[in-house]
Nanobody
Framework: HMVESGGGLVQTGESLSLACAASGRTFRRYGLGWFRQAPGKDREFVAT??????SIYYKDSVQGRFTISRDENTLYLQMNSLKPDDTAVYYC?????????????????WGQGTQVTVSS
């Protein structure tokens, strides 16, 4: 399964780095993604990366502030210039195939989530 870490409480404009480690299996041949769910809202796409790191997509509102990356066993999300609207539980996920994917329906393995809170 997948285990997220790195969440926490920060102020507006600060940075956080999330990590997602594979446990019990490898996800190195899968597309990976980050999603988030704010209180009272549906879970939404944040960023995705394909299995070799060549195809990357971001939600428009995080483009230029967030950076997704990966190595053989870990998925990362560097979050800069954080805003209160970024407050959510962040989930990592592994897709069924090697490509990047923006739709949640493409993902078959999910982490438990890590809380990110941005105060104003």
């Amino acid at each position: 399964h997948m285990v997220e870490s790195g969440g926490g409480l920060v102020q507006t404009g600060e940075s956080l780095s999330l990590a997602c480690a594979a446990s019990g299996r490898t996800f190195r041949r899968y597309g990976l993604g980050w999603f988030r769910q704010a209180p009272g809202k549906d879970r939404e796409f944040v960023a995705t990366i394909d299995w070799i790191g060549s195809s990357i997509y971001y939600k428009d509102s995080v483009q230029g502030r967030f950076t997704i990356s990966r190595d053989e066993n870990t998925l990362y999300l560097q979050m800069n210039s954080l805003k209160p609207d970024d407050t959510a539980v962040y989930y990592c996920a592994a897709a069924a195939g090697r490509n990047s994917a923006t739709s949640q329906s493409e993902y078959i393995h999910w982490g438990q989530g890590t809380q990110v809170t941005v105060s104003s």
